[in-house]
Structures are given as structure tokens and as C-alpha cells.
């Protein structure tokens, strides 16, 4: 990760016992303290000393009980702990990915929330954008701003990283973070409605593999060429939105039949190399378009993609499926898009850098697959 020019690292180190899902166990705790420095020395003394740490042992099962009926994506507890975990120990997630908890004057725990630094594109230029999702405050510590506090606290540490823009997606809808600043970018979502045929259309599809992603990432760099902003996906960066969806699915089957869903990820290919592919989410309420490419600026291939998937079951209702579209990606001829809404989560911006938050849909590049 970058460094941080205006951010000093303490360690303490306490021991404790984690009452986890794989049982009661002693276990040695790490905590990584965070706190402003001023330029010429001494500390800024916030919301009576008020500590920002990473989340690690008891305080991170504390909130992993505490946001698991929030967010538990169907999952049995221990799965909803083990699936957060992976995602640390992707390539990607490793490097970008944090849980931080905010500590108060006894050491309590008091808010928490994720912060992620991703790489985006604003205006031409590359940049770093401080993703906060999952922000929780505990039940009984609510009323004294402690949101607030830690969504603070995660912008000015991001900015001394080099961020210059501070993005989340709102489930509460808008007005709470307009008061901190931050401002709506619409996304759209759409019906994707896919002309159906007698057989599958006579092209070559196969299951994604890990030495695709550079090809992938390839196809969204030239898609998203001439849009204000976009994610850099780069291929660890790919690998771990697919990583993401893949671990949801398959922990999911834990939790029974109550919760059933699949990650499908497939390509064209042409000679040894991916030239179009699709990443979707399969349930028995139809199918999430999660991300989408193509070569061919027209989109044919992606659409053929489509064709493909539903001729494997000619004789059923074409499943109802739904996406986030980018304006500027080509709807393929085969199909077409209805039903348009603003997307239901909230995407919204807080620029921490001299940089103008864009306005409209068309100048955004944003697919549903790097929800965070």
C-alpha cells in the first residue's frame, strides 16, 4: 500500500480469549493503531482520543456478531466469517482491503467499517478512490456520532494515501451521507432481454479460466476509454471480484436449500485467447449480469454468449436478468434492454482532492460485479 506521509503506526499487543465458530480458544491480538500526527509533532486529540484500529481477534468476532444479521448474504455464521477472511487473502484483497473498528476512551469498540483503496480513472488521470462499505455502529453506542467519526478518520487516512475521491454505496438512502459531503453518480439498471433461437448459436464458449483475466481486463480498459470514471481492473483485481462471487455461492450451500445460487463465468474464444465473456449470477429469482466484455465493439459475441447459456435449457422460460449497463457499452444486437431504473444501492462521491464528481450515467463506467 502506499505510504502514509501523514499517519504513524503503533502496535499493541494483548492477549485474549475469541469465543469463535470453531470454538473457544485462547489467542494472541494484534492491534495496529492508527492516529493523526501534525506536521510539526503531537497528536490530534478527536472525540476525546478516540482510536481508529484494524480489526483483528475478539474485536473482529465482536463485529462479525454483531454485523452478521445485517449482513449475512444467507450465510450460516461461521460461513459469513470464513467468506470475509478469504476475501483478505486474495491477491488483491490482501493489499486493498481493510476492517477497521473505531475504539473508545475504554477501549470498546464503538463503530466499525470497511475501507478499500481502489484504483480508478477520473478525467484521464489514475487515482486512488477510498471505498467505505459496511459502516456499523453498535446498538448501544448509537446517537453520538460515531458514523460520522469513523467515516472521517477512514477519508483523512486514505488521503494521506494518495486518495483523492471517497465512495460508498448508500442502503439508507441519500440524505444522511449529503450531510457529510458526498454526492449521488446514477448508475442504471436494466432488463436484459436476449433474443432466443432454435439451437445455440455455432461459436465456442467455455468456462473462464485464471489466464483469461489479462484479456478481460484488456476489454474494460477499451470500453471504458473516453468515459470521466472507471475502476482500473487489472487482473488481480478481476480475480478477486470473481473470487468474491465465488465463495459467496459456494458457502452459501451450507446454509441448505434456503439459499441456492451459482457463479457461471464464461468466454469466446478465438485461436488460444478470450475475445468476449460474461460473469453471472445464477438463483432462482433469474439471473445478475455481474460483468460483461467484448472486442468487438458491437458486442456480438457477448450477446452470442448469452444465446449460448440460455439454449442449454431450451424448453423454459427465459429467466428474468438483470444488470447494471453502462451507457457506454454497445447493447449486442441479439439484445435489449428494458425496465430502466436507477440502480437500487446508491452510488455516491466526497471529493478529498481537487477533482469534479461526475453528474450523469453516461460518465460513468461501473459494473454491478465491484459492489462493495
Known amino acids: 500500500m502506499a505510504s502514509m506521509a501523514s499517519l504513524r503506526v503503533a502496535g499493541v499487543v494483548t492477549a485474549g480469549s475469541v469465543n469463535s465458530p470453531i470454538g473457544y480458544r485462547r489467542s494472541t491480538v494484534v492491534m495496529r493503531i492508527l492516529y493523526n500526527e501534525r506536521p510539526g509533532g503531537g497528536h490530534y486529540n478527536s472525540q476525546l482520543s478516540m482510536q481508529l484500529v484494524v480489526a483483528e ?70 487515482c486512488l478512490m477510498s471505498g467505505i462499505g459496511a459502516v456499523f455502529t453498535r446498538p448501544e453506542a448509537r446517537g453520538h456520532g460515531y458514523a460520522r467519526t469513523i467515516i472521517e478518520r477512514l477519508i483523512g487516512q ?73 475502476l482500473r481492473r487489472d487482473p488481480p483485481l ?34 488460444a485467447s478470450a475475445v468476449a465473456y460474461v460473469v453471472l449470477t445464477v438463483s432462482p429469482a433469474g439471473w445478475t449480469l455481474e460483468e460483461a466484455g467484448d472486442r468487438d465493439p458491437a458486442g456480438a459475441r457477448f450477446g452470442a454468449i448469452l444465446q449460448v447459456l440460455l439454449a442449454r435449457e431450451p424448453s423454459r422460460p427465459a429467466p428474468l436478468i438483470r444488470a447494471w449497463w453502462p451507457p457506454s457499452m454497445s447493447v449486442p444486437p441479439q439484445v435489449r434492454l428494458a425496465n430502466q431504473i436507477p440502480a437500487r444501492d446508491v452510488f455516491m462521491l466526497r471529493p478529498i482532492g481537487d477533482i469534479r464528481i461526475p453528474s450523469r450515467a453516461e460518465d460513468v463506467f461501473y ?4 459492489y462493495f
Not at 474485536?59 to 454483531?66: G, H, R, S
Not at 459469513?80 to 483478505?88: P, S
Not at 486474495?90 to 470497511?114: C, I, N, P, Q, Y
Open 57 to 126: 481477534g475478539p474485536i473482529l468476532e465482536e463485529i462479525l456478531d454483531a454485523t452478521y444479521p445485517v449482513w449475512n448474504e444467507g450465510l450460516t455464521r461461521d460461513a459469513y466469517a470464513r467468506w470475509n477472511a478469504a476475501q483478505l487473502r486474495t491477491t488483491w484483497g490482501a493489499e486493498h482491503l481493510r476492517r477497521f473498528a473505531l475504539l473508545d476512551a475504554r477501549g470498546r469498540w464503538v463503530a466499525s467499517a470497511k475501507r478499500y483503496l481502489w484504483p480508478i480513472r477520473l478525467d484521464g488521470v489514475d
Open 367 to 370: 459494473w454491478r460485479s465491484d
Open 238 to 271: 478481476i480475480e478477486y471480484a470473481l473470487a468474491k462471487k465465488r465463495l459467496l455461492a459456494g458457502l452459501g450451500q451450507s446454509a441448505g436449500p434456503r439459499i441456492h445460487r451459482q457463479m457461471e463465468f464464461f468466454v469466446a474464444e478465438e485461436g
Open 158 to 230: 486514505s488521503r494521506g494515501e494518495g486518495a483523492v475521491v471517497a465512495g460508498l454505496f448508500s442502503e439508507i438512502g441519500e440524505q444522511f451521507y449529503e450531510r457529510l459531503g458526498f454526492r449521488t453518480v446514477p448508475l442504471n439498471e436494466v432488463d436484459v432481454q436476449v433474443e432466443r433461437k432454435d439451437g445455440a448459436p455455432a461459436m465456442l464458449v467455455r468456462s473462464g479460466e485464471e489466464r483469461d483475466l489479462p484479456a478481460l481486463a484488456a476489454m474494460h480498459a477499451t470500453r471504458c476509454a473516453g468515459v470521466r470514471f472507471s
